[in-house]
């Protein structure tokens, strides 16, 4: 995969978010950056355009080691509206094999993200607006905001990977009663209690979501805070199994220059100047478990293009019969390639 990372961010041509360096007068990326949903007057509702730039996004600046920490908002005074029933959502050509839930694709780059992501919660949040920000690192809600599961009351199920964030983050019978409801609750809701780490005023809440994301992006190395909530999410079974893989992992992160200029910089008591990254630093036994491969299979057709591409002969392939090659191929897909 080529990619590019490029020189601004805030000069990106998004449709449907705004990312910003902070401060935003600065022309180079920034250890903080903030995305903003962006749909005004459609209560930032979200489209497979979002998704697409959401997912982009994420990808970007989880590979980019000028940035430290991202903040996700929305704009003016609602967070996310859930999706936008007028625009509608691409499936009609999908099947049960080929179809991806696009709030899916932006959680799973979330929580791939190799940087802590906090969720500034500034308004109401329904749907995948609530679900999307299940992933990250730290959700700060305005106390004002209302928060709805309310797939039950579309005839659809939750999505965005929520049926498996959601009952870890708050529990399985708390998880039930929100999404079996379908209601909107008050983000002080006793059934909401542990998903937000702070109810604020809403004109506090993306301050406050900054001023974090900025200790985060100056005190903290970067593998340690992956490495630690990768250990959390997809960690072992058993505490024996744990107690196994942290030993693995600690032992390399003793010897590592983050763990060097952490001591040095307390000794000195001074800011650390944390430098590692997981392109580059991440310990040789990460990732410790099986990576799955999300991308659809491909068809007949697609193949044939490829072949094509390297003057192959593609009467090999019979066109007029289109069907999906199952598990065989699903690996064949090239990955995307973002060139800025």
Sequence with gaps: ????????????????????????????????????????GKHNAFTDTMAEELEIAFNLLSLDPRVKCIVMTGHGKMFCAGADLEAGLSYENDTALTHRDGG????????????????????????????VTLPTSIRIVSSTAKIGFVFARRGIIMEACSSYFLPRLIGLSRAVHLTTTGSIYPSTSPLLSSLFSEILPPEQVLPRALELANDIAQNTSAVSTAVMRDLMWRGPGTAEETHLLDSKVLLELFRSGDKNEGIKSFMEKRNPEFKDNMQENAPDVWPWWKPVDTKPPATIEELAQKLKKTEMEPELFEPETPRLLGEKCAGTNEDDDYTF
Excluded: D
């Excluded at 601004?8 to 250890?31: C, D, K, N």
């Design 1 to 40: 995969m080529t990619l590019s990372l490029p020189t601004s961010y805030s000069t990106l041509p998004f449709q449907h978010i705004r990312v910003s360096h902070i401060p935003e007068s600065s022309p180079t990326p920034t250890p903080t950056i903030l995305i903003t949903l962006y749909r005004p």
């Design 104 to 131: 899916g694709k932006v959680a799973l780059a979330i929580h791939r993200c190799a940087k802590p992501t906090i969720a500034a919660i500034n308004g109401s949040a329904v749907g995948v607006g609530i679900t």
